[in-house]
């Protein structure tokens, strides 16, 4: 039985660059931070590089502590609550950030963005179709 799928946002991604890369913007207070950030399905979590939380002022030693590991190692997180926006979709989720610096990976998750949206991809072609699960973005 065929199954029809409507999407409000189509992205068109550069399939040459590795990964799915989107423009997140990062709210904390009144400040913002726009970052390129990787969509990753195997992620748990939304896990930033340290100087984008330096960048919107936050005690970053005052967050949530957690330990992540991947195929390179494993690293110390420190979580806190904040907007992300990402193509027009506010959503408001914990996110962590890394506590050493040079450790460069800024990835969205399952938990507080894949969990959120609904997501289609057509790899092929570099489309990347989005849905929130709520009304209307209003930013």
Same mark, same amino acid.
Request: net charge negative; charged share 25%.
């Given at each position: 039985?065929?199954?029809?799928?409507?999407?409000?946002?189509?992205?068109?991604?550069?399939?040459?660059?590795?990964?799915?890369?989107?423009?997140?913007?990062?709210?904390?207070?009144?400040?913002?931070?726009?970052?390129?950030?990787?969509?990753?399905?195997?992620?748990?979590?939304?896990?930033?590089?340290?100087?984008?939380?330096?960048?919107?002022?936050?005690?970053?030693?005052?967050?949530e502590?957690?330990? =992540?590991?991947?195929?390179?190692?494993?690293?110390?997180?420190?979580?806190?609550?904040?907007?992300?926006?990402?193509?027009?979709?506010?959503?408001?989720?914990?996110?962590?950030?890394?506590?050493?610096?040079?450790?460069?990976?800024?990835?969205?998750?399952?938990?507080?963005?894949?969990?959120?949206?609904?997501f289609?991809?057509?790899?092929?072609?570099?489309?990347? =179709?989005?849905?929130?699960?709520?009304?209307?973005?209003?930013?």
């Amino acid at each position: 039985m065929p199954v029809s799928l409507d999407f409000d946002i189509t992205y068109n991604f550069d399939t040459l660059e590795p990964g799915i890369t989107v423009p997140a913007i990062l709210v904390y207070g009144d400040r913002e931070v726009t970052v390129p950030a990787k969509i990753d399905t195997g992620s748990t979590d939304c896990i930033f590089e340290r100087k984008y939380a330096d960048n919107l002022k936050i005690e970053i030693e005052s967050g949530e502590k957690t330990f =992540f590991g991947a195929a390179t190692g494993s690293f110390s997180t420190f979580g806190h609550e904040l907007t992300v926006v990402v193509l027009g979709i506010k959503i408001y989720a914990k996110i962590y950030f890394i506590e050493e610096e040079g450790i460069h990976r800024n990835v969205l998750g399952r938990s507080g963005f894949l969990n959120l949206v609904r997501f289609g991809l057509i790899d092929y072609e570099g489309k990347l =179709f989005l849905n929130s699960y709520s009304e209307k973005s209003d930013y």
